[in-house]
């Protein structure tokens, strides 16, 4: 009879104790564990349900890469808000709580994000060159009121980065710069604007729905993540003389990429598809993308006290 080696029991008994809590004992799941099938790759990643979520709305040829696109956008700001998350779940700098470890973890987690969203800018020519615009413009038709602008997640991730007090429309921005009650900075914030009737201030369909979809969402999130975004840690370590450069480094890039990069990817795209003569068409969320999407124009800055004035007054213009 073979003897047990001693690594071996000690798994069994951690295996013993922790089943004991469940009120069953741990030959029961050994059990379950002999009757069980073998993992396989497609039924962990659940393969067959992911391709079948491709449903065009029309025959052309081109728009399913559109769709796959986006859901592949989607996937990785899911990535970047799992990184969100636990950075701003994390203790706050200067709380008794806060520790070197902290620290290390939060570059780690800006480092990652950044990684996601360069993937991203650098995967766009998927959109840019890689679908024939006549085909575009036809099944673009079948999509409305339907618009990118109704990302619940970019915004999600807008609000774990910046202050709201930051993403106030630029109109007002300087009005609500001592506000500190999250939803009154919310219902302010710059991308209502960019889904309304310019000459009657109206709210869109696509506005409308996007509204009706993530309402609650947003104020939950607004209220869940006020005083602990990406920005307020920045700001107290830098208060504290604890900023590292290397996380100061990390932070402009990250601003960078998801403020600058990744928006001027998408102007380029729809410049390459809706611009056209005399006028411009209108994206399908009948968002004014041409003044939407600029960050020039919105100057969405997460972390505007990394930056001098010289660099935030160029902001997005590539100077």
Avoid at 13 to 33: H, I, M, P, T, W
Avoid at 111 to 138: I, K, N, P
């Amino acid at each position: 009879m073979t003897t047990l080696d001693s690594s071996l029991l000690e798994r069994l008994e951690a295996l013993r104790s922790k089943y004991a809590a469940s009120g069953q004992e741990l030959v029961d799941f050994l059990d379950g564990l002999l009757e069980a099938d073998y993992l396989t790759y497609w039924d962990y990643i659940r393969l067959d349900s992911l391709l079948s979520l491709q449903q065009p709305r029309t025959p052309h040829h081109d728009e399913p890469i559109f769709i796959m696109y986006h859901q592949i956008t989607e996937l990785y700001f899911k990535l970047v808000l799992h990184e969100l998350d636990a950075a701003l779940d994390a203790p706050m700098p200067g709380t008794p709580e806060w520790t070197p470890a902290h620290a290390d973890a939060l570059a780690e987690h800006v480092r990652r994000c950044t990684r996601y969203f360069g993937a991203l800018e650098q995967s766009f020519a998927v959109m840019t060159d890689g679908m024939d615009r006549a085909q575009f413009l036809r099944f673009r038709m079948a999509l409305i009121p339907a618009s990118g602008f109704q990302s619940g997640q970019y915004r999600m991730i807008e609000m774990a980065l910046a202050r709201l007090n930051e993403l106030v429309h630029l109109d007002v921005r300087a009005d609500f710069a001592g506000e500190t009650d999250p939803l009154v900075l919310l219902d302010k914030i710059y991308w209502r604007g960019g889904a309304t009737i310019a000459a009657t201030g109206e709210k869109t369909l696509t506005l409308k729905q996007f509204e009706e979809k993530y309402a609650k969402a947003f104020a939950e999130r607004a209220q869940r993540v006020h005083g602990r975004t990406l920005s307020d840690r920045a700001r107290a370590l830098e208060a504290r003389g604890e900023l590292s450069d290397s996380l100061r480094d990390a932070l402009r890039e990250l601003d960078q990429q998801v403020n600058v990069r990744w928006p001027m990817q998408h102007l380029k795209t729809a410049g390459r598809y809706l611009a056209k003569q005399p006028t411009d068409a209108r994206a399908t969320g009948g968002t004014n993308w041409p003044k939407y999407l600029p960050p020039k124009f919105q100057l969405r800055i997460a972390f505007p006290f990394l930056w001098s004035d010289a660099e935030r007054e160029a902001w997005g213009t590539g100077s």
